[in-house]
């Protein structure tokens, strides 16, 4: 991406687009109120170039992540026939990260795009204070603090006051729900709707309290959504227990369930003195540790055949695949895929000794005539 100034106050960047060029793996910084211009190379300017994106055109408009603009091209060049510089602009007018497309043969279909990218336009803090100005990204110092640490409201400021004059303009505070009461963790929410009891105050208080610092200190503050996991006691889990994982939604996790059980097994039978016979106590110390090992990995795991999740019978795979070429008539003189790693196992739901192969990728590899053979072996 290149840098162009066509005024003292409009700030313009330029990103050239390459035949079959996929950029989704790296990430265009742009401000607010920036113009993005895109241009095509010389082995794109021939074509019949559509370029596409999700970004907002207009201030008002509201993101859709998945509706695209078709963005209209602009032709500075006079002459009839030529249309090589022809470009593209983009009002950077609304924060966010955008994806944008292209194709080369006349469709609006993202399937079809022939290169693709990304672009972030960066957001911006206004000071609270009346002042107007801004906090731009590069100059923000950001201090985490453990929120449960921090006691009653009432104590808040006073321990926080170290990080203001620290020079930090930012804080940022663990979850401040209800936490699990077994761990305490600063991340197991047990109730995300209800404000951890040890602050003795209400969300409006804390409301009070932020805006606060970020009027009269110049400290902003963030906090985190933590939607990825919760607490065992949860609601949600209690309510939509499908929420979690599960044998149903991830049947990948079976053998590891299984080893948790195996390890809950031994636990049991350790602290009830059902092992002392092989010199395992029910008081486990360090030296114990081989021992435990050797018996798990070499007496109990093999036990439960943990392999049989990760592959096929291949007696039936055989079965099926001679069945399946048994009703084909045309054999080929050579495969129509010539890497055979292109075949790779399905282990479906994971499912003991069900792991299976795409008979008819293996056909397509496999099924040809050979030399030495007969058209039917």
Partial sequence: MSTSNHSNDEQVRILVLNEGEDKSEELYRLKKGWTL?????????WRKVRIFTNACLNEEDKFERNTYHELKWIYPSSGKYDDSDRYVSLSCCKSGSFHYFFTIDRTTIKENKNGQGYFHIEPYLIWPDGSGEVLEQEYITCQSVLSKSLGPLSEWLSRIEVTRHSGYNMIHFTPIQYLYNVSNSSYS????????????????EI??????????WRVLSITDLVYNHVANNCALLQDHPEAAYNLVNSPHLKSAV???SILMQFTRDASEGKLLSIGIPDEIKEHHLQLIRHYLLNEI????????????????IVEQFNNKLSL???????????????????HGKYQRMKSFVDLDLCEKVYFYKREYLSTKE
């Fill in 37 to 45: 211009q895109i241009k095509l190379s010389a082995n794109l300017s």
């Fill in 328 to 346: 084909l008539n045309d054999c080929p003189d050579k495969p129509l895929y010539l890497n055979e790693n292109i075949i790779e196992i399905n």
């Fill in 189 to 204: 929410i047990s109730d995300h709707h209800k404000l951890n009891s040890i602050f003795e105050g209400t969300y409006e």
């Fill in 301 to 316: 795991i093999p036990q439960y055949h943990l392999e049989e999740y990760y592959i096929c019978d291949i007696n039936i």
């Fill in 207 to 216: 409301k009070i309290l932020i805006d606060n610092m970020a009027k009269e």
């Fill in 258 to 260: 299984l080893i948790d």
